[in-house]
């Protein structure tokens, strides 16, 4: 299956999926809002095309999501994985995509939604914290899990110490939700609930 990935800026999740090398998955193009993203040049790096649709370029939303579909339109995408997107999507591109569109939000969903999730959860005092992978609904940060991954939030956690223990376990989910869509794996119920079938 062929995907294109979404990023914004460092891309730590884009280079996960992508040193994963999951069988019948064909990266077709990373595509980046910001020209300076630093994953942009470690997807050159490894020969993956890359394109950049600056949104500062285009005079609304709904004109810079249209450009943006047109480019993943080019490479043909059977999956939009959003890694680090930075960039609120209109309800058209949502539904566009509706069924192949990803995301991965560092938080348990529902819960902590949108920016700073990390100082949010330790504020809050949660003791587990972790990240989602859902497929987009046109709600931010919402839509059906696909996966998750807890890690706690220990005494003497700052902003930094509890993102890197996020991050490790979100270079694990996705890429394992990358592989269960292409091995054509997922289903989403009438209630939003993503199933995941057996190995065949
Ligand atoms: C990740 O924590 C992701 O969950 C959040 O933004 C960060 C992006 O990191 N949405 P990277 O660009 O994948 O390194």
């Not at 999926?17 to 630093?38: E, F, L, M, T, Y």
Request: proline content about 6%; hydrophobic content about 45%; aromatic content about 6%.
């Amino acid at each position: 299956k062929s995907i294109v990935i979404l990023i914004s800026g460092r891309g730590s999740n884009m280079e996960a999926i992508v040193n994963a090398g999951i069988p019948g998955a064909r990266i077709a193009a990373v595509i980046s809002n910001r020209p300076d993203a630093k994953g942009l040049a470690f997807a050159a790096a490894r020969g993956i095309p890359t394109a950049v649709v600056d949104h500062k370029a285009f005079p609304s939303r709904e004109a810079f999501d249209a450009a943006l579909a047109e480019t993943i339109d080019t490479h043909g995408a059977e999956l939009v994985v959003l890694a680090g997107f930075m960039r609120v999507l209109t309800d058209a591109f949502v539904r566009r995509y509706e069924g192949r569109l990803m995301n991965i939000h560092p938080s348990l969903l529902p819960s902590f939604p949108g920016l700073h999730t990390h100082q949010r959860a330790i504020e809050a005092g949660v003791r587990a914290h972790g990240a989602t992978v859902h497929f987009v609904t046109p709600a931010l940060d919402c839509g059906p899990v696909v996966i998750q991954a807890v890690v706690p939030v220990l005494p003497g956690d700052d902003e930094d110490s509890l993102s890197a223990r996020v991050l490790r376990q979100e270079h694990r989910i996705y890429p394992q939700a990358v592989r269960w869509f292409v091995e054509d794996r997922l289903t989403v119920t009438a209630q939003g609930q993503v199933r995941v079938r057996d190995e065949a």
